[in-house]
């Protein structure tokens, strides 16, 4: 019986040792966000750039690229990139929730790990979008 028990909690503390090692693994600092839109059409273009202008305003000291007309990357449609801290990210994802209207937009870590950062750890608002992963993989 006691053996049971004590390895009952030697599996309690290896378990519970686990969980915070996984957690420990995925303090993320860094984030990517993509706000997509369909580059050869003018109205979603107009929306997604005066989107652009309005997260800069809101959040000026958000780290900005300037917008892609086309697919790059994993991405397969047009989008313009922000690159929060871990600080900024709680305000920048309610903006985003409340302000995309029809822009889908994907929220990921920077963990290293490409693939995961773009799917498990990845964030959706609005039509998910089929991402292109075979560039991951040279």
Avoid: C
């Avoid at 920048?92 to 209207?101: K, Q, R, T, Y």
């Amino acid at each position: 019986m006691k053996t049971l028990l004590a390895l009952t909690l030697l599996l309690a503390v290896a378990a519970a040792t686990a969980d915070t090692l996984v957690l420990e693994e995925r303090k993320f600092t860094q984030f990517d966000v993509h706000v997509y839109f369909f580059g050869e059409n003018q109205q979603s273009k107009e929306s997604a750039l005066t989107l652009y202008a309005a997260f800069k305003a809101a959040f000026p000291d958000v780290h900005l690229n300037p917008p892609k007309f086309g697919p790059s990357g994993p991405h397969p449609i047009a989008n313009w990139e922000a690159n929060p801290t871990q600080a900024q990210m709680g305000d920048v994802i309610v903006w985003l929730m409340a302000n995309h209207g029809d822009h889908t937009v994907l929220v990921h870590p920077k963990s290293g790990h490409s693939i995961w950062d773009h799917t498990t750890g990845a964030l959706w608002f609005g039509q998910k979008l089929p991402l292109e992963f075979n560039v991951f993989h040279p």
